[in-house]
Each structure stands twice: as C-alpha cells, then as structure tokens.
C-alpha cells in the first residue's frame, strides 16, 4: 500500500517570505513524487517531480522541493513567496510497478498575505 | 488543460438516475484515470484503464463504472446517482513509464446530486 500525508491543512506566509509545504509518504519500493498546485475554481496542474538522480528537485514557478530517503519526506520550498502563489497543493507517490496508480495527500491551503 | 477535455463542466441530477462523465483526451496516453475531490480527503482513485477495453478498481469504485472503446474515450457512469456522490470528478492522463511521468488533469466536472 501506499500513502501521503499532509500534515498541515493550512500554511499562511507573508510576501516575499520563504515558504514550505510538507509531506510524507509510505510506499514498498522505489517512490515516485510528485506535486501538484490547484488554483481556485480550476484543475491540478503538474509543479514537480522526484523520480530519481539529485535530492533537490526544482519545478515551475521557482518552486523546488527535497527528496529526504531516511525522513521519507518531499517538502515544496520557494525561496520567496509571492500572493499569487495562493493555491492548493498537493502532493502524490507512486511506485514504479502499479500503472502509474497515484495517491494524493489531502492537500495543504497556502495563502500569502501581502 | 491542453489535450484532455471534460463534459460537461457542472451538471446537477436527481437521486437514482443514472449519470455519464466522459473525458476525451488527444495525447495517445495510454493511461487514464477518473478521481473524485472532496473537502478533507484529497483526490481518491474511483477507476482507472490501461488500454483499450482494460480497466480496473480504484479505491472508492463502489456504484461507479467505467468504459473505454476508444483510446481517446474514457466514460465515468454512477449507475444509480447518490446524494453522497456529490463531488467534483477529475479525468487524468499519463505515460506513467515515459517523462514526464506524472499526470495531466482535465479541468473536472462538478456534480450535484439533489
């Protein structure tokens, strides 16, 4: 089985502020990551992905995100938050051997005050 | 997005009728999946296809089913609709073994069941 969590629902930064978005996942087997945005009142579109090679990973919007093997964490980073980085994110794990079947976290609110 | 489309956008439908969700995709993936969002609980895999005429549960697949006759065409159908199904369905498309690895989403539809 393979699993995600979130563990927090909300993350609130001010504007030009780094930000972090955690996750950790459970999977038998090689993980594959991955992290997607939702702005409101659209589809998840694709930020990044951790399949493998280096730990740090970076994706679009300047956004970037850490493999941690021994933490079984995938963190989304951004150096400096903008306001209209305000979406919903969210992260998924696969393995390499279950037709690309992925499971998503619950997803974590981030909202950016400017 | 580009290359998978949804329909329709928003429906609202009585208890008991039956309902058909389809996505249509111009990417030749060979993978397809429906997954429903709901506050709380992140996106859960209703079904999923693996070619043409192959198919297979997800995790929430109960009074769901599926059909793909085409590689363009995968179908969604609520075989008797339920207020509890009341949900938005997201169609995703992948090359899970090929870059870019992750999914592609369609822009969902918004079902109410009353």
């Known amino acids: 089985a393979q699993s995600v969590a979130q563990p927090e629902d909300q993350v609130n930064v001010a504007e030009g502020n780094p930000l972090t978005v955690k996750c950790t996942y459970s999977v038998s087997g090689n993980p594959y990551l991955f992290w997607y945005v939702q702005y409101p009142n659209r589809g998840l579109q694709f930020l990044l992905k951790?399949?493998?090679?280096?730990?740090l990973v970076k994706g679009s919007y300047g956004f970037e995100a850490e493999f941690n093997k021994s933490q079984t964490s995938f963190h989304l980073k951004k150096p400096s938050a903008l306001v209209s980085d305000s979406a919903l994110y969210f992260c998924a794990v696969r393995v390499d051997t279950n037709a690309g079947k992925s499971t998503f976290g619950d997803g974590t609110t981030l909202t950016v005050k400017p | 997005d580009a290359g998978i489309t949804q329909s329709p956008r928003h429906k609202v439908t009585e208890t008991g009728t039956p309902v058909t969700l389809r996505c249509h995709q111009t990417?030749?993936?060979?993978?397809m999946y429906w997954y429903r969002q709901d506050p709380g609980h992140g996106l859960r895999l209703i079904h999923y296809?693996?070619?043409?005429?192959?198919?297979d549960k997800g995790e929430v697949s109960d009074g769901y089913s599926v059909s793909r006759s085409k590689t363009e065409d995968f179908l969604l159908t609520l075989e008797s609709a339920t207020s509890s199904q009341t949900s938005v369905y997201f169609c995703?498309?992948?090359?899970?073994?090929?870059?870019?690895?992750?999914?592609?989403f369609g822009s969902g539809t918004r079902l109410t069941v009353v």
């Open positions: 990417e030749n993936h060979r993978y």
């Open positions: 995703a498309i992948s090359e899970p073994y090929q870059s870019p690895y992750g999914y592609t």
């Open positions: 951790y399949i493998t090679g280096d730990n």
């Open positions: 296809s693996y070619g043409v005429k192959d198919t």
